[in-house]
């Protein structure tokens, strides 16, 4: 079982449509947890950490169940320039990442 | 927030050579440095973890003599693919953290090996 899965996708979905993905992680002592958004080619940049409380930015709503070691990433009023993939990331201990593999979103006018 | 620059961005390089990748933190003291590879459409893997001074401490399944990995200053971390083959043609990301356990990272260098 891989540490960390994601649906690899894609979702294609229209401007302003809401879409929600969903992460599972395998170890229960896993501290800390993140969205990045990574674009075609370049390097995965930090979208937002994810707490227990659950914590909102702008569009962006990240939720943690860690009963169910379980993550999502809520994406309100799509734009077209929030295509990309979306990688939900475990701390591992020693500030180390353990990414999962990516989930692609498309929006499309 | 901090900035990681990596070099060269992009390298062919002929099967057997040795190709030598740079990262370094601009505008802060990485104490601890990651390096990744990615292959298409799958997961960042972290290869090795090295600490300013220290040896690196790789994971399962890499090869400590063929990704040589250097950290000789809190500010640059080298990783040279010693007799590079087809098959290590993937992109390569580095990672710094300084006195927090955010992680800054390099924009990538995609490596093609002929």
């Known amino acids: 079982r891989k540490e960390v899965e994601q649906d690899p996708g894609p979702f294609n979905v229209p401007e302003g449509a809401t879409v929600a993905f969903n992460c599972t992680y395998s170890n229960s002592a896993s501290q800390s947890f993140f969205w990045y958004r990574q674009d075609c080619r370049k390097e995965p940049k930090l979208l937002m950490s994810?707490?227990?409380s659950g914590n909102e930015d702008g569009r962006f709503t990240a939720q943690l169940n860690r009963a169910s070691q379980y993550i999502s990433l809520l994406i309100r009023d799509s734009k077209l320039s929030d295509s990309a993939t979306y990688l939900c990331?475990?701390?591992?201990?020693?500030?180390?990442?353990?990414f999962g593999a990516g989930t692609r979103l498309a929006v499309h006018p | 927030g901090a900035v990681v620059s990596q070099h060269p961005s992009w390298v062919i390089c002929k099967s057997g050579t040795s190709v030598k990748i740079e990262c370094r933190s601009l505008d802060f003291q990485a104490t601890t440095m990651f390096w990744y590879r990615q292959f298409p459409k799958q997961s960042l893997m972290l290869m090795a973890t090295?600490?300013?001074?220290?040896?690196?401490?790789?994971e399962q399944g890499v090869e400590k003599d063929k990704f040589l990995i250097n950290h000789a200053s809190l500010t640059l971390s080298t990783l040279t693919v010693t007799s590079a083959h087809p098959e290590d043609s993937s992109f390569y990301i580095c990672?710094?953290?300084?006195?927090?356990?955010?992680?800054?990272f390099g924009p990538g260098t995609r490596l093609t090996v002929l």
């Open positions: 994810v707490y227990s």
């Open positions: 990331v475990v701390g591992g201990g020693y500030n180390k990442l353990i």
């Open positions: 090295s600490n300013e001074g220290s040896k690196a401490t790789y």
């Open positions: 990672g710094g953290t300084g006195t927090g356990d955010t992680q800054y």
